[in-house]
């Protein structure tokens, strides 16, 4: 009698764990179900604007070019005025300089493509055996001149074994460019708007080779970033400045 109670004690007592383990399961099945549901929409999404972002590129390209023969046409055109005719000259300097503009806004928007479709991966990495503390190096003294000008002491911590690495020297060289830009802009706004941060305005370029991974360090003593924007910042096009 007992024992015939004890088991239906026991039956009761599992049905609402039952019960329970059921409800949890479809929710996590149905959660899943618009997972995969959103990522394929996603990767339509992704196929569909990068197809339209190539298209846009070729027209762009072919704007690029008609522009640099533009202005082949008036510097050809310019040796061709009289050395009295100031209105002309006038006329087309002031056309040069608009061609100017376009060429660079041009240029910009293919830039942006190409970051574009770079992440929507349409684009491959150009990889090559490089000496990354060579690019380093090299990266460091192209941008000293920019970190002088903000008051900035940029300076390299080179490891001394081999770094030799495949990698896209174009886009490792960019990455880490962004990573100096935005740096030195936050040193130097910290130190214009008397925010905190940590003192000398330096900035490290580090390597360091454990022998199983070669790894890359950029540091400063800026602000820091705020803990809301922290989430945020691997998000493509992401920039809390104003043009990015």
């Known amino acids: 009698?007992?024992?015939?109670?004890?088991?239906?004690?026991?039956?009761?007592?599992?049905?609402?764990?039952?019960?329970?383990?059921?409800?949890?399961?479809?929710?996590?099945?149905?959660?899943?179900?618009?997972?995969?549901?959103?990522?394929?929409?996603?990767?339509?999404?992704?196929?569909?604007?990068?197809?339209?972002?190539?298209?846009?590129?070729?027209?762009?390209?072919?704007?690029?070019?008609?522009?640099?023969?533009?202005?082949?046409?008036?510097?050809?055109?310019?040796?061709?005025?009289?050395?009295?005719?100031?209105?002309?000259?006038?006329?087309?300097?002031?056309?040069?300089?608009?061609?100017?503009?376009l060429a660079h806004e041009t240029q910009r928007l293919k830039d942006i493509l190409e970051d574009f479709l770079r992440f929507a991966g349409r684009m491959k990495l150009d990889l090559n055996p490089e000496d990354i503390n060579e690019l380093i190096a090299e990266l460091a003294e192209f941008f000293q001149p920019q970190a002088s000008m903000e008051h900035v002491h940029l300076r390299t911590q080179l490891d001394a074994s081999p770094s030799v690495v495949p990698l896209d020297q174009g886009l490792f060289k960019q990455a880490l460019l962004n990573l100096l830009i935005n740096a030195n802009a936050a040193m130097s706004q910290a130190r214009t708007k008397n925010k905190p941060h940590g003192g000398a305005n330096e900035l490290l370029l580090r390597t360091k080779n454990d022998g199983q991974q070669l790894i890359v360090t950029v540091t400063d003593t800026g602000p820091g970033i705020e803990p809301d924007t922290l989430k945020e910042i691997f998000m493509p096009y992401f920039s809390t400045t104003r043009g990015g």
């Open 1 to 101: 009698m007992y024992l015939l109670i004890g088991i239906a004690v026991g039956i009761l007592l599992t049905i609402p764990m039952i019960y329970y383990t059921a409800k949890r399961t479809a929710m996590r099945v149905r959660q899943l179900e618009n997972r995969a549901q959103s990522a394929e929409r996603l990767a339509e999404l992704g196929t569909m604007t990068g197809g339209l972002a190539h298209e846009i590129k070729n027209p762009l390209s072919t704007v690029g070019l008609n522009l640099q023969l533009l202005q082949e046409d008036v510097d050809e055109l310019s040796k061709h005025i009289q050395a009295d005719d100031t209105e002309a000259a006038e006329q087309v300097s002031r056309l040069k300089r608009r061609l100017t503009s």
